[in-house]
């Protein structure tokens, strides 16, 4: 068991570009969550998927945003034409959901971007 | 709305110096609330989860605490390599509902 990776750590882009992050999750965990984080704040849900299936966006997720999850197993995470607001860390979990209580998610180091 | 509010935002203990960090919050229901420790330019770290008020778990110099309307978090004697961002975290127990709501984090320094 590595933990949870993400793929790149570091992201330099320009404004109006489209960047694409991956998270390959702890093995055989089935749920996988998004969160961003600016400076000085904690992690802010963005997405989660059970297996392949996309169940929860938050409202901060906009319409530049999207995640996909094919076959149950890595994660993309892809920002279209980028805007300065969206420099942040981009924090991926996985859980195992083993029963209605237990759910524990554990994240990986995260990819910073900054948008210039 | 789910919220959380740590206190205080930053705190700095003399080596051996032991003191609480706070986290309040409100759910609707809750399914547990977790503290995980930041190290900066990391990810976060899992440390405990609390789900009933009462509970208590503890690993090393740290204690976590709930209450129905808060948490506590105590390190007794801390080290500097206890220097961290600690954050909290509310799970609802709503149907199909597995995020978690954080607060703004207690950055914590120990200075030797």
């Known amino acids: 068991d590595t933990g949870v990776s993400q793929d790149p750590r570091h992201k330099i882009t320009k404004r109006g570009q489209n960047v694409t992050f991956r998270c390959d999750p702890i093995?055989?965990?089935?749920?996988l969550y998004w969160y961003r984080q600016t400076l000085g704040q904690g992690p802010e849900f963005l997405t989660y998927f059970q297996n392949e299936a996309q169940l929860e966006k938050s409202r901060l997720l906009s319409d530049r945003f999207s995640a996909e999850r094919p076959k149950g197993s890595f994660s993309t995470l892809e920002i279209q034409r980028t805007e300065q607001g969206d420099s942040a860390m981009y924090l991926c979990?996985?859980?195992?959901?083993?029963?209605?209580?237990?759910?524990?998610?554990?994240f990986g180091p995260g990819t910073r971007l900054l948008v210039l | 709305e789910d919220q959380v509010t740590q206190s205080p935002e930053a705190l700095r203990l003399q080596e051996g110096e032991s003191s609480s960090l706070n986290c309040s919050y409100t759910?609707?229901?809750?399914?547990?609330l977790f503290w995980y420790r930041q190290d900066p330019g990391k990810g976060p770290e899992f440390l405990f989860t609390?789900?009933?008020a009462g509970e208590e778990k503890e690993k090393e110099r740290l204690k976590a605490t709930l209450t129905k309307k808060e948490s506590f978090l105590h390190i007794t004697a801390p080290k500097p390599e206890d220097s961290a961002t600690y954050l909290c975290a509310v799970q609802n127990l709503g149907a199909g509902s597995y995020q978690l709501t954080f607060g703004k984090g207690t950055k914590l320094s120990v200075i030797p």
């Open positions: 609390l789900y009933s």
């Open positions: 093995s055989e965990h089935n749920r």
């Open positions: 759910v609707s229901g809750l399914r547990g």
């Open positions: 979990a996985s859980s195992s959901s083993t029963g209605f209580w237990l759910e524990t998610q554990y």
